[in-house]
């Protein structure tokens, strides 16, 4: 199983980018997967569509806790998997001390609220990077 990588940059300034180029509707990812039908997987573009569509509950989770936690810093992987449902499952942060702060907690537990697009074929293991 390959897994998609992604990095996705917070940066405050980029919040500023047009909804329509930075955080897609859900609902269009999903009709521009099921286009032609139900697919055996998802492109890296749907994936790409759906975690910024997901955008606002990462930031909102970055800027919550980037605070309240000022000594943790450097690169947390958020890591899961796809179902063939659409659900995440095996949500978690890499390197494993991230797990255990209120950042890595409310990552997860966003992660853990997204709906891909449904597919035929076999789970996909997904990450995106976030700088603290």
């Given amino acids: 199983m390959r897994r998609l ?3 996705i940059l917070l940066a405050l300034s980029a919040l500023s980018c047009a909804h329509s180029q930075s955080e897609p509707p859900l609902q269009d990812c999903i009709d521009a997967a ?3 039908g139900v697919p ?3 492109s890296d573009d749907i994936v790409l569509c759906v975690l910024r569509s ?3 509950g ?3 989770c970055r800027e919550k806790y980037t605070s309240a936690q000022p000594e943790i810093t450097g690169t947390m992987q958020v890591m899961f998997v796809i ?3 659409g659900k995440t499952i095996d949500q978690t942060t890499s390197p494993e001390t991230f797990l255990s702060t209120e950042l890595g907690k409310c990552l997860v537990e966003e992660v853990s609220r997204w709906t891909f697009p449904s597919f035929t074929g076999l789970k996909i293991p997904v990450d995106f990077s976030i700088r603290k």
């Fill in 83 to 85: 179902e063939p449902n």
């Fill in 54 to 56: 997901n955008k606002r």
């Fill in 5 to 7: 990588g992604f990095a």
């Fill in 58 to 60: 990462v930031t909102s």
């Fill in 34 to 36: 099921h286009a032609g």
């Fill in 40 to 42: 055996e997987k998802l």
